[in-house]
C-alpha cells in the first residue's frame, strides 16, 4: 500500500474480516505527507474511521496530520431551513413537531451540525427534510445565515485538512460535478482510498 501511494499507482486489496486493512492502509496514508481522501460505503464506517480508527493511528503514530469528515449537504441542520420550519410549522406529524426544539438546541451548541451528533433524533425522521438543505433550495449567499452554515464550514474544514473522509455517494457526486464543469465540493488529492 506504502508502495502504491508512494508511486501514484493504482492497488485493489482484499481480506478477510478482522485482518486489520483499515490500519493497513491508514498507517503509510498518514505518513504519505500528501492530502488523503478516505471514502467509505456507508456513513457507520465514516464516522468509525473520523472517531475512532484515524485518531488511534494517529496517535500511535504521533504524526500530526489535521482529519476532517465531510458528508452531503442534507446530513446538517441548516439554520434558515431550521427557522422556516419553526416559523411555519407544516410537519408530516406530531412526532416531527417534539423534535423540533431538541434541533434547534442541537443547532445552537453542535460546532459542525451533523445530525448523526443528535442521537435522540433518529436518522429516518421525517422532520430532517424540513431543517436541512438540498442543492436546489440553498440560497447560498444570500442567505442571512450564510456566515454560521455548518456545510460551507465542514467544507473549509475539509479544504485545510491532510485527511478527509467521505462516503461514496459524495465522492462520486463530486466527480460528476467536476465533469459537468459546476462545482467542486472535494479538495484535490494525492491519494484517494476506497474502503469497502
Known sequence: IAGAIENHEILVAEAGTGTGKTFAYLIPALLSGGKVIVSTGTKTLQDQLYNRDI???RAALQVPVTV????????YVCHYHLERAKNEGRFFNREDVKYLPLIE????VSSDGDKSGLGAVPEDAGIWPFVTSSRDNCLGQECAY???CFVLEARRRAQAADVVVVNHHLFFADVMLRDEGLAELLPASNTVIFDE
Open 55 to 57: 485518531p488511534a493511528v
Open 146 to 148: 450564510h456566515k454560521d
Open 68 to 75: 476532517a469528515m465531510l458528508k452531503g449537504r442534507a446530513n
Open 105 to 108: 438546541r442541537y443547532a445552537k
